[in-house]
């Protein structure tokens, strides 16, 4: 029947991109549908009864105008989308083109604008020729096209227009004025050569890579001069894209590179050092309840400590940081064994007499701030035979 062959076209309609080819295709066999419903013979004679076909007429020809309806809307919904997308892109387009040229980023993003608007330029005519064949199409084959829509292309060719004029002021503009942005990035340049060869003489003098240096006050001189070279890391993006704008080769800062390197190296030291003893310090003041819930944890995340010392720089492994973090490894891996020891389920107050008899000191087991920090100020390493022996 008609009604199943229309029905075949669900998966069809629901495919928005159709080519405007399959839109003429099928509008077309529409049109022939609508030509055979129309030949039926609205009366039939059977012997001596008459039959009248026009309700049927008047159904099947309402089925293929709504199948046709909706392709014709389904053309102009595409072609809306479309000049929607359109106008939204040239909107964000237009604000770089008309800023002010005050600084190298504003001259990268203007001239990156400008390559866009002009790379654009075929896709955006391809796009228009593309919604006025879908309009015309949709209006031939019976829909009736809105003056909005009909304003709305009108609208996306005039903003085109204006775009096309701000984009060639925007041209004229920026080569009125590169010119003096060239002799300021040569300026800025050397100023550059001289501030970072200061900073290497600091960075060299005073900085965190003196080997017996203490940890602490070489995390805050890190700390300090990591943000003196963030500073200066942002300047030498700036000036390689001044560089890269104006055609220049690139030029080489020794004096930063060197420093950059090792501020990075001092980094996985101090980051390392940093991390093992918060660790510790987290460890150490738990209640020792916890930490004996703990003990698996604790011995892998101090594993993963000591593969991160072993795999620092041989150089490095000599700095008082490095040292110290082995220590506390050491020292941790040590007690584990003893610390798994005490918490046991097994233990009991009897116990904790003879560990305050060797450790000769008073303990407080019953009280919650009960840590381990007690039993290592009591120096429970240097009793680990003993207690072993428990």
């Known amino acids: ?18 080519s405007i080819e399959d839109y003429v295709e099928r ?5 022939a549908y609508g030509k055979e419903v129309s030949e039926i013979q609205s009366l039939c004679y059977i012997g001596p009864i008459c039959l009248s076909n026009e309700a049927l007429k008047f159904a099947l020809r309402a089925e293929v105008d709504a199948w046709k309806y909706q392709y014709t809307k389904q053309l102009l919904d595409t072609s809306e989308t479309d000049l ?8 964000s387009m237009t604000p770089p083109l008309e800023s002010r040229v005050r600084d190298l980023d504003e001259v990268k993003l203007m ?7 002009i790379s654009q330029e075929v896709d955006v005519e391809q796009t228009f020729i593309s919604v006025d064949t ?18 709305l292309i009108a609208d996306a060719r005039q903003r085109w227009k204006e775009l096309q004029t701000v984009a060639s002021k925007a041209s004229d503009r920026l080569r009125r004025t590169q010119e003096g942005f060239k002799a300021d990035l040569f300026r800025a340049i050397a100023m550059f050569k001289a501030e970072v060869e200061g900073f290497r003489r600091e960075f060299v003098e005073s900085g ?12 805050e001189r890190l700390k300090y001069l990591q943000k003196h070279l963030d500073d200066k890391a942002r300047k030498h993006a700036t000036f390689r894209l001044g560089e890269e704008l104006f055609g220049l080769p690139h030029t080489t800062y020794e004096a930063f590179d060197f420093t950059r390197d090792e501020m990075e190296r001092a980094s996985s030291l101090y980051a390392l050092y940093n991390d ?7 460890y150490q003041r738990a209640p020792l309840q916890k930490v004996g819930t703990m003990i698996g944890d604790i011995r892998a995340e101090i594993n993963n400590f000591r593969k991160r010392l072993s795999q620092l720089p041989d150089d490095l492994k000599e700095y008082k940081a490095a040292l110290k973090v082995a220590t506390m490894v050491d020292e941790i891996l040590g007690i584990l064994p003893l610390l798994g020891m005490l918490t046991h389920r097994a233990m009991r107050p009897r116990h904790w007499q ?4 060797i450790l000769q000191t008073v303990l407080d087991t019953d009280s919650p701030n009960f840590c381990a920090a007690l039993l290592l100020e009591a120096n429970l390493s240097g009793h680990q035979t003993e207690l072993e022996e428990l």
Not at 136 to 145: D, M, R, T, V, Y
Not at 354 to 357: F, G
């Open 27 to 31: 509008l077309m066999t529409y049109e």
């Open 1 to 18: 029947s008609y009604r199943r062959v229309l029905r075949k076209e669900y998966p069809n309609l629901q495919t928005p991109e159709n």
């Open 84 to 91: 929607a997308k359109l106008i939204d892109w040239m909107t």
């Open 134 to 151: 879908r309009v015309n199409l949709a209006a031939e084959f019976g829909l009736h096209i809105p003056s909005n829509d009909r304003r």
């Open 208 to 219: 965190p890579m003196q080997p017996d240096l203490d940890p602490k006050t070489a995390m």
């Open 354 to 357: 003879q560990v305050m008899v």
């Open 111 to 117: 001239a990156q604008t400008l390559q866009d608007v």
């Open 276 to 282: 093992v003893a918060t660790g510790v310090e987290k």
